[in-house]
């Protein structure tokens, strides 16, 4: 059974960076598609990065584009965010997910079956 925890949240000033990471345990994550997701207060989850799991393709929302970046270690079984120029509606919990027959980079919130318990990230001056 796949379990993720998301670890690297924290509060940070405008214009701050963190890293956000996903490890897995129980299964190697070479054969799952991950993505980044997000929910604000008050607000619908919604998809931050995807990261495909075979020739390493790459999907951002329009909203982080240029901010943010998503990799994977497979050798680590971990997935990372990098998040930069962090601005305060990028506030929310963030939450990794990983599905095994994904098969584009779409971040449709629905076709993810494995969840983390989310990391929470607050930008505030």
């Known amino acids: 059974q796949l379990q993720l925890v998301e670890s690297g949240g924290g509060l940070v000033q405008p214009g701050g960076s963190l890293r956000l990471s996903c490890a897995a345990s129980?299964?190697?994550?070479?054969?799952?598609?991950i993505g980044w997701f997000r929910q604000a207060p008050g607000k619908e989850r919604e998809g931050v990065s995807c990261?495909?799991?075979?020739?390493?393709?790459?999907n951002y929302a329009d909203s982080v584009k240029g901010r943010f970046t998503i990799s994977r270690d497979n050798a680590k079984n971990t997935v990372y965010l990098q998040v930069n120029s962090l601005k305060p509606e990028d506030t929310g919990v963030y939450y990794c997910?990983?599905?095994?027959?994904?098969?584009?980079?779409?971040?449709?919130?629905?076709?993810?079956?494995?969840w983390g318990q989310g990391t929470q990230v607050t930008v505030s001056s």
């Open positions: 997910a990983a599905d095994p027959y994904v098969t584009t980079t779409t971040c449709k919130l629905y076709d993810y079956k494995y």
């Open positions: 129980g299964v190697s994550l070479d054969y799952y598609a």
């Open positions: 990261i495909s799991k075979s020739d390493g393709s790459r």
